[in-house]
Each structure stands twice: as structure tokens, then as C-alpha cells.
């Protein structure tokens, strides 16, 4: 393994980490709900429940950070080496697990983890694991050149 040093970006992703960070705090003690993705995209999708409003402006900065984030910086280019089907099929195992583990890597592993929750301690444990594992097998079981 080698790493590209020219793409290495400590500032940036110091920057980017703190203000995950604060917009996870600033969410809690303004709404006193995490800031954990999944829960607020599921919540926004149903009819019952307020904070609608909130929630979309949330999500909407969420999206709209990286467009600002590129006409102030270059940002390095994007290759997925994997087709639609792929892609589809990898969603839809994340959403699943989403929904199973009750909570994402923003609600469980920034959120939760912060709060000093045994239960995100666990669940960030076990999908990091799951990564892993997952890596492995393709590149050393399956001999995929990820």
C-alpha cells in the first residue's frame, strides 16, 4: 500500500470533521434530537411528526456543502469503478442495515459516540468491523483490485 501524498488533505478534512461536529451540536441543542441522517431522511418521509422544516434544511445543507465547498477548492477527481447494479445492490445493504442497526455512521459514530452511548459504541463497532471484513474479502478472498 502506498499513499498518495498529493492527494493527502489534513486541512481540509480537520475543517471538514469540525464542522461536522458543531452542526451535530448546534442540531442537538437547537432540536434536542442527533443529527444521526437516516433518522432525519426516514422522519422527513412520513407524514406524522413535526419539524419538517428543519429537517430539509438540514439535509439541503448537507447537499449543498460540497457545490460551495467546489468553487472555493479544487477537489480531487471522483472514480467509482462499479456499475449501476453494484451500486443499486450496495444501497440497498446499507439502507437495510441502516434501518437494522437503528442508526447510521452520523447518528451512531459522531452523535452517539460523543454521548458516550453503549449502544452506538457497539454499533459503530460492528459496522467498522463489517468494513473491514468486508475489504478483505474482496481484495484477498475475491482478488477484486479495489
Not at 8 to 37: H, V
Not at 110 to 124: N, Q
Amino acid at each position: 500500500m502506498s499513499i498518495d501524498w498529493s492527494a493527502f488533505t489534513p486541512w481540509s478534512a480537520l475543517t471538514g470533521g469540525a464542522l461536522i461536529g458543531l452542526a451535530a451540536g448546534l442540531f442537538i441543542l437547537a432540536n434536542g434530537r442527533i443529527a444521526g441522517i437516516s433518522g432525519l431522511l426516514g422522519s422527513l418521509l412520513q407524514r406524522e411528526g413535526g419539524g419538517h422544516g428543519e429537517k430539509a434544511l438540514f439535509l439541503l445543507g448537507l447537499s449543498l456543502s460540497p457545490l460551495l465547498w467546489m468553487a472555493v477548492a479544487d477537489v480531487p477527481q471522483v472514480r467509482i469503478d462499479a456499475g449501476w447494479p453494484e451500486l443499486v445492490i450496495a444501497g440497498l445493504l446499507v439502507g437495510a442495515g441502516t434501518r437494522y442497526g437503528a442508526g447510521c455512521t452520523s447518528g451512531h459514530g459522531v452523535c452517539g459516540l460523543a454521548r458516550l452511548s453503549p449502544r452506538s459504541l457497539v454499533a459503530t463497532l460492528a459496522f467498522m468491523a463489517a468494513g473491514f471484513f468486508t475489504v478483505y474479502v474482496l481484495r484477498h478472498v475475491l482478488g477484486g483490485g479495489l
